[in-house]
């Protein structure tokens, strides 16, 4: 028995030698990830996870968003001119850039406009050699409609490509800036196809980002090394390694024990302690994202914007904010985020009023309205409990005479049953956006096309389709502003939804490290960061 | 011996058939398909989900689906999972090695300290040793295991700091992996300090993993040597003078056994199940958080291919149990 003490001390030795490493080699950076990458290429996976460990840190787009911001700069384009109709956007690319040197691949020549035409044309063409390699699902391409957008992609010359689309599509630049649309070596693809392993270009990636991947060991462990040729310069830290750890009590005490730098997604239980740790900076941004409930503007009474605007003015959404978001959340007035360019700040809100809400019911000639609320069975950022949510509508609703019940289906059901159009009762969801542009929240949720599909309020009405419409051909982003700031204030007197809330996303990082920036898209990008 | 064998794998080929049919109805059971969780909010035209289902050859009747399968599984192949498109025995392979080290080590350490204290609370019954295990026993089995690893982990590795918090080594170890089995590649590594960092990742899951078969193992080592205490041969070994250590080692243990042997066989299932919560806390990469995953994301492949693989290893190890006990029993093996 003396000798459990001498073990334990041996192993406590271990432990604070590997705690105090984290110290000591100060250019290795630890991200506690919450998951594992699916595979390698971002153009054949939506989740976040994969892109976090891929195109964030492996790969550049034509076009990026500015670290920390949803602005667009220039990427492996260093400038493009979209034409007077809106159709073609010709890009002009960065020269000298060069792709990683791998063990299983040394470039010959820099990234140019094959390179750029290998990407999308993998997407985009059926009959492409690469179209069906590694399953041949590029979701996030099909669901940007970007097959129906694109006419053709053009190689000008070696430094110039033109994108032809089959209409003018202002939110085009905001969408080559997202992680589908990242660039991938087409010497790397015909050296893989020529060797008769072409699925090696999906697992083992070479990209032009400012990391590349040394070894991924299933579930476990991603390392990376910083690429020494990266075209804006090499990233302050040498290597980035991300430590899986799938439970968010375990990647906090991994933070506090010096075993990571960096974790995503806390558990709001640990908010309060990560705030008072000396040893973590917990930094927070609103989240680009909105949770709302859903009214099916197709049956009566809901077709009537009265009742839906009594319904909205029934909730506290005050009350949820405290109870399901524990304060890491704010009362949402608008369909899309305030982080979101065009966001209408002088939209007024409908204020939480039981005694007007039962007027207008009444005033409606409504009386002993019965119907459903729909609880999402998952967690999302924009909503953390809709259960609970849906109880504290339910309560809300019941005070104005409304009887509610509240249903839920397992996620995939959930998702398909909520489409259809003649759906019984209010859909609690959400939404976090892809690329920054308004058109990602109010066309894709709120358009006439999406009806029976993302538009859960099936809500489809002129005046604001004509708005959402026009601001998609029309490039001057001064005057798609105003039709976005009108388009909200047309949302907020037909209240096809009543808008809950927009999260805040917390990420508690080590007093040791510097130059971290929040992504306002839920990403975990490390060039820019050092570590004191 | 042999026939014994031949009779038990002539139960075993068609229960692995068994299992085959159960896991692709299982699965498909669960409502929502993997198409729409893959499309998540951002949903799909009913055409590109007719698309999708096509490529999956989900839209084939399931009898047809289900012969494809088994034509596949005959030949080795468990087909590829529809989310990392890589085979999924392959998937298998890898993280398997990470499940067996942890089990091993868990049924070990269960083993260990189970039986003797088993063995002494039935010796010394009614003793303060006595009610300790036994209340040590029933805490341990009632035990929510994500609470208790949460509570080692704030324990040894926040407070403390005498263990690592989670994975299987210190990440500046980095050596590629040769048998998959940590403690053994860290020794071929030939780096210095790694075999102990795998020992001191391990330490805290294998506790968490065995805590209930450690307290099945010690509840049944119990009251199997109490049974066997009070038999006629017991107290004639005593009359004729034998001491405590033969009576004990020589005529009670072998005899009570056979009961323990069984309930061991059967905790590598416990295992397994308990590998689901252990690997997730301690972000062990085993089968177990895969499967999960797998279930979540209706990855029919993978969970077929792993509830199968997992059956499998479930019934070979059931296997050795029942011919271990012709070793124990020799009565057993003449009825056989």
Redesign the interface.
Known sequence: MRKFPKM?A???G??????G?VGV?AKTL?YCSE??P??FNPS?Y?SGTTFDATSRQVFNKLVEFERGTTKIVPGLAESWDVSDDGKEYTFHLRKGVKFHTTKEFTPSRDFNADDVLFSFNRQFKKDHPYHKI????Y?YF??MSMPDLIKEIVKVDDNTVKFVLNRPEAPMIANLAMDFASITSSEYADKMMAAGTP?VV??KPVGTGPFQLV?Y?????I?YKANPDYWPGKAAIDNL?F?????A??RY??L??G?CHIMPYPNPADLKAMATDPAVNLMQKEGLNVGYLAYNSLVPPFDNPVVRKALSKAINKEAILEAVFQGAGKVAKNPIPPTIWSYNDAVVDDSYDPAAAKKMLADAGVKDLSTKIWAMPVQRPYNPNARRMAELIQADWAKVGVNAEIVS?????Y??RS?DKDRDGAVL????GDNGDPDNFLAVLLGCDAVG??NRAQWCYKPFEDLIQKAKIVSDPAERTKLYEQAQVIFKEQSPWSTIAHSIVFEPVRKEVTGYRIDPFGGHIFYGVDLK | MISLLLKKLGVLIPTFFGVTLVAFIFIRLLPGDPVMLMAGERGMSEERHAEMMQVFGYDRPLYEQYLSYLGDLVQGDLGNSIITKRPVLEEFMTLFPATVELSLCAIILAILLGLPAGVIAATRRGSAFDHTVMTGALTGYSMPIFWWGLLLIILFSGILGWTPVSGRISLFYYFEPVTGFMLIDSLLSGEKGAFLSAVSHLILPSIVLATIPLAVIARQTRSAMLEVLGEDYVRTARAKGLGPGRVIGLHTLRNAMIPVITVIGLQVGVLFAGAILTETIFSWPGIGKWMVDSIFRRDYPSVQGGLLMIAAVVMIVNLIVDLLYGLINPQIRHTD
Do not use: H, M
């Not at chain 1, 060991?217 to 462990?221: H, I, L, P």
């Not at chain 1, 430590?243 to 439970?247: G, S």
């Not at chain 1, 969801?429 to 976090?432: N, R, S």
């Open positions: 334990l041996t192993f406590c271990i432990s604070l030698l590997a705690a490493a080699q630890i998951g594992s699916e595979g054949l939506t590694s399953g041949g699902n979701e099909n669901s699925d999906d697992q070894a060991q299933k579930d476990a462990v390392r390694v430590a899986i750890t799938p439970d009590s375990v005490q991994k506090k024990a075993e289906y397992e996620w995939g059901e998702l398909k489409k969801l959400g939404w976090t599909s993302a």
